[in-house]
């Protein structure tokens, strides 16, 4: 797989507390030129980061972050603010204390509420894999799969842990056909953006295989391996 290939399924991504716009408008200026999926910001730039960049380059943004225990309410709101604001693609985080008590009917109402909130834009439904079990993670694949919701995504990447193997395979074997992965959190080597891919992920969100690119543009780090 070519590098560009894995940059174009890159959510490049800055959602650090301290982020300022000089960091988003450069986390801009890299998606545009390594025409990444699309950059995943905090809500607040959002608005400024459509305006800056246009058409360019696709604005994805994340709600009830990275807890989840807003309201339903809340939820849809903030879906709806920043589709109002230009937000593209909304990533959003389950009320995961609803998944701990088996409340799968809620978990499902209230995705399929803020996908309605979306008014089109590409919603992924985070559900925070580090804190589930197995028969969590494959019950919430059936409530992602019904609620029209375009993508599972496994993390958050402020929690425990972040993407696994295992877990973007269990997604590819339980979600239905129309549901695409998205792995994030720690993904730190092209190797493993390719492994990722490999085993069914259609996105990634991390920052740092831009970050690889422009080293490897410096001579700073080696070529990847392509090969698959």
Same mark, same amino acid.
């Given at each position: 797989? +070519?590098?560009s290939e894995i940059? %174009? =399924?890159c959510d490049h991504t800055l959602l650090t507390q301290t982020a300022t716009w000089p960091q988003i408008r450069q986390i801009c200026d890299d998606g545009i030129r390594y025409r990444t999926a699309s950059v995943c910001i905090p809500a607040s730039f959002v608005r400024q980061a459509k305006d800056y960049v246009g058409e360019r380059l696709p604005i994805c943004t994340v709600i009830g972050f990275p807890n989840g225990y807003d309201t339903t309410a809340a939820k849809c709101f903030m879906a709806s603010d920043a589709v109002d604001n230009g937000a593209d693609e909304i990533d959003m985080v389950?009320?995961?204390g609803w998944a701990k008590e088996g409340k799968w009917e809620a978990v499902t109402d209230e995705i399929a509420a803020? =996908? +309605?909130a979306c008014r089109g834009r590409l919603l992924k439904v985070i559900i925070e894999t580090c804190l589930l079990? /197995? +028969?969590e993670k494959i019950a919430l694949c059936k409530c992602v799969s019904d609620? /029209? %919701?375009?993508?599972i995504k496994t993390s958050t990447g402020f929690s425990t842990a972040g993407a696994t193997f295992e877990d973007v395979k269990l997604f590819a074997r339980h979600v239905a056909p129309h549901v695409k992965i998205k792995a994030a959190g720690g993904i730190s080597s092209l190797e493993d953006a390719q492994t990722f891919l490999a085993l069914g992920a259609s996105r990634l969100g991390t920052s740092r295989i831009v970050k690889l690119a422009k080293a490897?543009? %410096?001579g700073e780090a080696p070529a990847p391996h392509t090969g698959y």
């Open positions: 797989m +070519q590098l940059l %174009a =399924k389950i009320n995961i803020v =996908k +309605q079990t /197995g +028969q609620s /029209g %919701a375009d993508y490897m543009e %410096a």
